[in-house]
């Protein structure tokens, strides 16, 4: 955003124009969301575990947003009018591997004009798989930290990905939370142009840092260097949450807090 309001320079206005949106991913019932009333302060059970930036643009009096999500690693300006014509963005490919295809789309809603639908489509194979999410491009989402922040904290999926300017993945490491102490595990991953590595390890096995094989440090620090991290950051790092998955009382009280908020918003 501040990159962003530098430009009022050269445009003037697009500092009052710029706000954080707030976004509901994969939305059951789309029309009963954006119907229930104005905005998401209507909305019973609201999650709001994602955020955006957003422009509030108008091309010859035609109103439009202008997204910017680099949270989903979207490597674009998306342009929403609400016309869907020029320069609407429509339809695009977000990223194209070999496994797996996905495709979005952003629309303002016809059943509310304050909200716009991020339509996914994701192919696998024969497999496509559609869902809808909303943004709430109606007022600016001013909680952020308070609502946002604090329902990533007990996730029941954790990653920590480097990406080039285009999106792709680069190096990194995700892991499920909800294995025992003994089970618990997460997947290392490297893309080196055309050879793409991925390991799996315990985090036990860097409960004590003199015990770490010389080959995983190793491939920790190819990692480390693809993430551009300071030299051991990346292995500090997996320590820390070698220690985290370790505490079986606190990973029980974090599942069960995320279930209780799964539960409330179906």
């Given at each position: ?16 124009a710029?706000?954080?949106?707030s976004c ?28 955006m ?8 009096g035609?109103?439009g947003?202008?997204?910017?999500d ?18 609407h963005?429509?339809?695009?490919v ?13 629309t ?24 809808t ?41 995700y ?26 390890y ?15 440090l ?18 500090s790092?997996?320590?820390?949450l ?25």
């Amino acid at each position: 955003m501040r990159r962003w309001r530098k430009l009022e320079r050269d445009f003037s206005g697009i500092t009052r124009a710029t706000a954080l949106l707030s976004c509901e991913e994969a939305v059951v019932d789309v029309r009963e969301y954006v119907t229930c009333g104005d905005g998401p302060a209507a909305v019973l059970a609201a999650e709001k575990e994602h955020v955006m930036v957003g422009i509030q643009i108008r091309v010859d009096g035609r109103l439009g947003v202008m997204l910017a999500d680099p949270g989903y690693h979207v490597p674009r300006i998306v342009t929403v009018m609400q016309d869907r014509n020029y320069p609407h963005t429509g339809w695009f490919v977000q990223s194209d591997e070999p496994h797996c295809r996905k495709e979005y789309d952003y629309t303002f809603s016809v059943l509310n004009p304050g909200y716009i639908e991020w339509h996914e489509r994701e192919t696998r194979g024969e497999t496509i798989k559609c869902q809808t999410s909303l943004v709430y491009a109606g007022r600016p989402y001013l909680d952020g930290i308070n609502v946002t922040e604090r329902r990533n904290l007990v996730y029941n999926f954790r990653s920590l990905l480097s990406r080039d300017q285009k999106g792709h993945l680069i190096a990194g490491l995700y892991f499920p939370v909800g294995a025992t102490i003994k089970d618990a595990q997460f997947t290392l991953f490297l893309n080196n142009g055309p050879q793409k590595r991925k390991t799996k390890y315990k985090f036990s096995t860097f409960a004590d840092p003199e015990d770490i094989p010389e080959e995983i440090l190793d491939e920790i620090q190819l990692c480390n260097n693809k993430m551009n991290y300071k030299e051991g950051e990346l292995l500090s790092i997996i320590g820390k949450l070698s220690q985290v998955m370790a505490d079986q009382a606190f990973i029980d009280q974090m599942l069960e807090i995320n279930e209780d908020i799964c539960r409330m918003c179906l």
